[in-house]
């Protein structure tokens, strides 16, 4: 038997199990919201074409627009300043985007503390329990942020002082780029970086150092609460827009049952 029928015969008799961590797509999706004077993306929007009518009696179709960073996305090295000699998100290497991934879960110190930061020495506590980080792989930060997303004030949980939403520290941002051999990091949060992160030095160190390393970004993620720690393939399907930082993607793990 082929690999491939191993795998199909692993999926068909329950083995491996297909998780879709893709949040739904809609005009409800929550958006990021930048101060003045920066501008903001657009959007999630469906503007109807024909639906079974005089316009198309026999289809029904529709036109939409949205951000490239709207929902679950993907993060190319060129949307960031230190990225912006990287790779667009149609240049990124097909055989990249199935890889091993694994998760960090840190629910419950998020719940209680949504400014919550993700350390070095947790993640290599991490490893001491579950192996080293995958090479060419995936770091699923979980936070328990995905039950807020059909909500965008709890989603963006913003006060006068900006947003209050779980990230990742400078140094071990720093570290996850430059000294450890993942691809990329996947968060349930609107971006890779705290809420708190544009007061960080430097500002939004997630998209600085890992966009700058060639690195990528997976954001608004769902379902990681039904994955193990490792084992899992990650699948992700940006769409492959020519000049594009980034892309809304599908984003399915195959994980062991």
Same mark, same amino acid.
């Given at each position: ?32 919201? &930048? ?6 993306? +657009? ?9 079974? *009518?005089? $316009? #198309? %009696? ?81 770091? &699923? ?6 039950? +807020? ?9 913003? *006060?006068? $002082? #900006? %947003? ?94």
């Amino acid at each position: 038997m082929s690999v491939l029928a191993r795998l199909l015969a692993a999926l068909e008799g329950g083995e491996v199990e297909i998780v879709d961590l893709t949040a739904p797509l809609s005009e409800r999706t929550p958006i990021i919201q &930048l101060p003045p004077p920066f501008a903001n993306t +657009r959007g999630f929007e469906l503007q109807e074409i024909s639906r079974y *009518d005089a $316009r #198309g %009696p026999a289809w029904y179709w529709n036109n939409f627009s949205a951000g490239e960073h709207v929902g679950t996305h993907f993060d190319a090295p060129v949307h960031w300043i230190t990225g912006k000699d990287g790779l667009d998100v149609s240049q990124v290497p097909p055989a990249q985007l199935i890889a091993p991934a694994v998760v960090i879960d840190r629910s419950r110190e998020c719940a209680a503390d949504p400014d919550y930061l993700l350390e070095i020495d947790e993640v290599r506590a991490w490893e001491s329990e579950h192996g080293s980080l995958p090479a060419g792989g995936w770091l &699923l930060y979980r936070t328990g942020w995905d039950s +807020r997303a059909s909500n965008q004030e709890a989603f963006l949980n913003a *006060d006068e $002082r #900006g %947003p209050h939403t779980p990230g990742v520290s400078v140094d071990c941002a720093r570290w996850l780029a430059e000294e450890t051999p993942i691809l990329g990091i996947g968060v349930e949060t609107v971006g890779t970086d705290a809420g708190a992160a544009h007061s960080f030095d430097p500002p939004f160190p997630c998209h600085a150092f890992m966009l700058g390393a060639g690195k990528y970004g997976l954001t608004q993620l769902a379902n990681l609460a039904k994955l193990p720690p490792t084992g899992v393939v990650l699948l992700v399907a940006p769409l492959p827009i020519v000049h594009g930082s980034g892309s809304p993607a599908r984003v399915l793990a195959l994980a062991p049952r």
